[in-house]
């Protein structure tokens, strides 16, 4: 069987990752209804990467941060991207809310790859998982100590006082976090959700939150290929 690595590039700020991370779930279940999973394993590892180094850790509105940075202080064009994004999350099963804060994500980064590390990517998925929903959809800080202890024991199953000892050594795995976030940059990556499926013969990578389809053919170039 071929092992296959899907390098996923993301920040847990950002919309589209969100919904490309929902659409994922989707292409599981369509590829358990093939015989996709006996001819190539698929492992995904996840990579760090921020769209908005300069945010301070306390952060601002998020509304009116993303009217004045994005749409000129414009709230008819604001409102024209809250109902487009609210379209996009139903269809995804994404309760999208449009308050709380936007800051710095370094410090959720640091913690998502020291348990992918130390756990495993499935913690991973969880941890991710959990901030994007907290962010998105219950409006909280993105990467407060709340916020990141709240992932790791509620919903990735992370014992308490291990999730509480590294979420509070800010330095533990922060110069890693900070090198990978530099070379994801050095390959190119300007922009999430940046997705590579690597293949025997090629690999394949999608830019932003495609469609389940493009990644379903995307997944089924590299089983045939693997094949």
């Excluded at 394993?41 to 908005?52: A, E, H, K, R």
């Excluded at 901030?131 to 800080?141: A, N, P, R, S, V």
């Excluded at 407060?144 to 919903?155: G, H, I, N, P, Y």
């Excluded at 199953?157 to 050095?186: C, Y």
Aim: aromatic content about 12%.
């Amino acid at each position: 069987m071929y092992e296959s690595t899907i390098a996923f590039t993301l920040d847990t700020i950002c919309p589209w990752t969100y919904l490309a991370k929902k659409r994922q779930v989707l292409i599981s279940i369509v590829l358990r209804a093939t015989d996709a999973s006996s001819k190539v394993n698929f492992t995904i590892v996840y990579y760090p990467y921020q769209l908005y180094p300069e945010a301070t850790q306390e952060g601002e509105p998020k509304y009116e941060w993303y009217k004045k940075s994005k749409y000129g202080d414009s709230e008819e064009k604001m409102q024209m991207y809250t109902t487009l994004m609210t379209a996009y999350g139903a269809s995804a099963g994404i309760a999208y809310k449009f308050g709380g804060t936007v800051a710095n994500t370094l410090q959720a980064h640091r913690v998502i790859q020291f348990f992918q590390e130390e756990v495993g990517a499935e913690v991973a998925d969880k941890l991710i998982n959990s901030l994007y929903h907290q962010y998105f959809e219950e409006e909280k800080h993105p990467s407060s100590d709340e916020t990141l202890l709240a992932a790791c024991v509620a919903e990735a199953g992370i014992p308490e006082a291990e999730a509480k000892k590294v979420i509070l050594d800010k330095d533990e795995g922060l110069r890693d976090t900070k090198m990978k976030i530099q070379e994801q940059a050095s390959n190119g990556v300007d922009s999430v959700p940046f997705v590579v499926f690597e293949g025997k013969r090629r690999d394949i990578t999608i830019q932003g939150a495609n469609e389940v389809e493009d990644y379903v053919k995307a997944l089924e170039k590299i089983v045939k290929e693997s094949s």
